[in-house]
């Protein structure tokens, strides 16, 4: 890959397998994981749905004893270990980072399985934030066998290492079918 910053990605189902994807990358193709409901048009809260949209990266987290060494146009902040994300649609912080403990269910962002060592907030349902449309929709590290999130786009960990540095949030992600 050049050391150019990426304008345009695009994710596409591989075929038969709604679940998994194809993500193009300049003149790379690389294995993705999406959601276990495939790609939707109508997204909306607890689907499992990647939703058919384009979505610009606004930034990301990093788990800072994880080695993320790549270098980034993109923001990348350290994770905490208290960092959560509200995902309940009539809580005033939906959609939203929190600090956990949190009252609302929330997903935790420190986790065990490295899912979200690298993890990058993409532009669903942020600005304006419309209740039940999904929360949490990010591009994140995928699970070994790239088995399906509840929405988001995954890659394998090396393969988010080298797009890494080609990512800026000018960089878009548009979700096809």
Sequence with gaps: MSRRLLKLIDVRPRPGHPSQGQLIAGNNILRCALGKGGITAFKREGDGATPLAQMRLLYGFKRPDKNVASPSALRLSPLRSNDGWCEVSSDRNYNRRVRIP????????????????????????????????????????????????????????????????????????????
Excluded: Q
Aim: one cysteine or more; aromatic letters at 10%.
């Design 102 to 177: 949190y009252g609302a269910s929330h997903e935790t962002m420190w986790r065990k399985d490295s899912l979200y060592d690298i993890c990058i907030v993409m532009d669903w349902n942020i600005r304006p934030r419309r209740r039940a449309n999904g929360s949490a929709i990010f591009f994140h590290l995928a699970r070994p066998g790239y088995t399906p999130t509840e929405g988001c786009i995954a890659l394998s960990r090396a393969d988010m290492d080298r797009l890494l540095p080609h990512l800026s949030c000018r960089t878009i992600i548009r979700v096809l079918r």
